[in-house]
């Protein structure tokens, strides 16, 4: 997960973009109720640092995968 968030940090998106992206997906499946939560969490191996830890949630429609 780490590289993933430098990856993301090194293009120029960062947290408040990625959040901003989710949460107008969310708006796009007409969700009537979309929830951010901030949790400090326990440090990643190697981190000298407690990490954040974000959950988004909504009641958005969102995609149903289709059952073959």
Known sequence: PSRVVDAFSN????????????IDNSIAARAKNIIVKFEQGPPLPGSKNNDLIVYIGDDGEGHLRQLA
């Open 11 to 22: 293009s120029g998106y960062g947290l408040a973009e990625a959040i901003a992206d989710i």
